[in-house]
């Protein structure tokens, strides 16, 4: 055995991660392009440095303002409105789920996806000791309801992990698809994930509006993408008080930081100007998509804020082609796809430009 003797599963694998590269062009994290403003940087400088007078004492564990302030948020998606005890929140919504398996799925139970889904899914279930399945979308990236319905009737799964919009394609869930799956699902827990929701396109609900209908639904978002705080390092969910309370078993003491909790506060108090360019993004967005098409390319419908495109004969070459002008996409997805997050309109300038230029030169 190979020292340190690191769980069999483990071995060779290398950790999840794109690549982190100083390019000029950066759109291959899903970010969003715009930094706070002065205004709002002062405002957090000052929430941090009223924090930092009492980081001898453990954070609030229980992280409350915290908690109401973001279920003020989350009311306004939808009109049953949403309690504090409905919230939990981790540092970022990859370690909400984590938590939500960690909690809920382990040995002996199933977690399960679609594909091309979320990168990230089978890890938490590998790293849970949960048994990973995984059905698949249509050629459409859209969800087929009957097959996805029959998978969850024959796995039983504890935990299905269902992004809308989806990542890497873009696609959201339509209405009916949330509540069919809940049904199906049983106790098992159906987790939407909302990274991406506030990017929806006008007349697509989000499924906050569900849960008093379904006591195993949870909603997951984050801070990361429309709200411009990646860096922070802040994800929630919303779901019956009951699944909160699971979490909190699990979940480290004071997993939450003062500084954390002061930040995201103060963010919470900038909603207006940090989700401000949100509309932008998405007109960009459908530029991009009406761009691409037009240039002959196949395009993922999307209601987030990157784009799937493709399908290259060889795709690292176009990836290598864009990196050496300076823009950084993504490699993922299914076989001759790249991903492109949406920038500022110079951004994507630089993209149309370098990919014009790569797609020339490999013709
Ligand atoms: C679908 C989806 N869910 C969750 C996450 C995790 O985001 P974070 O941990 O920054 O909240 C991402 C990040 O890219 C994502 O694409």
Same mark, same amino acid.
């Given at each position: 055995?190979?020292?340190?003797?690191?769980?069999?599963?483990?071995?060779?694998?290398?950790?999840?991660?794109?690549p982190?590269?100083d390019?000029?062009?950066? =759109?291959?994290?899903?970010?969003?392009?715009?930094?706070? /403003?002065p205004?709002?940087?002062?405002?957090?400088a000052?929430a941090?440095?009223?924090?930092?007078?009492?980081?001898?004492?453990y954070?609030?564990?229980?992280?409350?303002d915290?908690?109401?302030?973001l +279920?003020?948020y989350?009311?306004k @998606?939808?009109?049953?409105?949403? /309690?504090?005890e409905?919230?939990?929140a981790a540092?970022?919504?990859?370690e909400?789920m984590?938590?939500?398996l960690?909690?809920?799925?382990?040995p002996?139970?199933v977690a399960?996806?679609? +594909?091309?889904?979320y990168?990230?899914y089978?890890?938490?279930a590998?790293?849970?000791?949960t048994?990973?399945?995984?059905g698949?979308?249509e @050629?459409?990236?859209?969800?087929d309801l009957?097959? +996805?319905?029959?998978l969850?009737?024959?796995?039983?799964?504890?935990?299905? =992990?269902?992004?809308?919009?989806?990542?890497p394609?873009?696609?959201?869930l339509?209405?009916?698809?949330?509540?069919? =799956?809940?049904a199906?699902a049983?106790?098992?827990?159906?987790v939407? @994930?909302? +990274?991406?929701?506030?990017?929806?396109?006008?007349?697509?609900?989000?499924?906050?509006?569900?849960?008093?209908?379904?006591?195993?639904?949870?909603? /997951?978002?984050t801070? /990361?993408?429309?709200?411009a =705080?990646?860096?922070?390092?802040?994800g929630y969910?919303a779901a019956d008080p009951?699944?909160?309370?699971?979490?909190?078993?699990v979940?480290?003491?004071?997993?939450?930081?003062?500084?954390?909790?002061?930040v995201?506060l103060?963010?919470?108090?900038?909603?207006?100007?940090?989700?401000?360019?949100?509309?932008e993004?998405?007109?960009?967005r459908?530029?991009?998509?009406?761009w691409?098409?037009?240039e002959?390319h196949?395009?993922?419908?999307?209601?987030?804020?990157?784009v799937?495109f493709?399908?290259?004969? @060889?795709?690292?070459?176009?990836?290598?082609?864009?990196?050496?002008?300076?823009?950084?996409?993504?490699?993922?997805g299914?076989?001759?796809?790249l991903?492109v997050s949406?920038?500022?309109p110079d951004e994507?300038?630089?993209?149309?430009?370098g990919?014009?230029a790569?797609?020339?030169?490999?013709?």
């Amino acid at each position: 055995m190979s020292f340190p003797p690191l769980r069999d599963e483990l071995v060779g694998l290398e950790p999840y991660g794109a690549p982190q590269l100083d390019v000029p062009v950066q =759109l291959n994290v899903n970010e969003n392009p715009y930094g706070p /403003s002065p205004d709002c940087v002062a405002d957090i400088a000052a929430a941090v440095a009223d924090a930092a007078g009492g980081l001898n004492r453990y954070p609030d564990r229980e992280f409350t303002d915290l908690r109401t302030a973001l +279920a003020a948020y989350l009311s306004k @998606d939808t009109p049953h409105g949403i /309690s504090p005890e409905q919230v939990w929140a981790a540092n970022g919504s990859n370690e909400v789920m984590l938590q939500l398996l960690q909690a809920y799925a382990g040995p002996g139970r199933v977690a399960l996806s679609f +594909a091309p889904t979320y990168s990230m899914y089978p890890e938490y279930a590998r790293d849970t000791n949960t048994e990973w399945v995984v059905g698949h979308r249509e @050629d459409d990236f859209s969800l087929d309801l009957d097959r +996805a319905r029959a998978l969850v009737e024959e796995h039983r799964p504890a935990v299905v =992990l269902l992004p809308s919009p989806n990542n890497p394609t873009g696609t959201a869930l339509p209405p009916d698809a949330v509540g069919l =799956l809940c049904a199906a699902a049983g106790d098992g827990l159906v987790v939407v @994930d909302e +990274a991406y929701g506030e990017f929806r396109r006008a007349g697509v609900p989000s499924a906050l509006e569900l849960l008093p209908a379904h006591r195993n639904l949870v909603v /997951s978002r984050t801070m /990361s993408k429309a709200f411009a =705080l990646a860096g922070a390092r802040l994800g929630y969910l919303a779901a019956d008080p009951a699944i909160c309370d699971g979490i909190r078993v699990v979940r480290l003491p004071y997993h939450l930081s003062a500084v954390t909790q002061a930040v995201a506060l103060a963010a919470l108090r900038h909603e207006k100007e940090l989700l401000g360019r949100v509309d932008e993004l998405r007109a960009e967005r459908d530029a991009t998509v009406e761009w691409l098409r037009a240039e002959g390319h196949e395009v993922a419908d999307s209601d987030a804020n990157f784009v799937l495109f493709g399908v290259f004969g @060889d795709r690292h070459a176009v990836w290598q082609g864009l990196l050496d002008r300076g823009v950084l996409v993504r490699e993922v997805g299914p076989d001759g796809w790249l991903r492109v997050s949406i920038g500022t309109p110079d951004e994507m300038k630089s993209f149309r430009l370098g990919l014009t230029a790569v797609t020339e030169e490999n013709q």
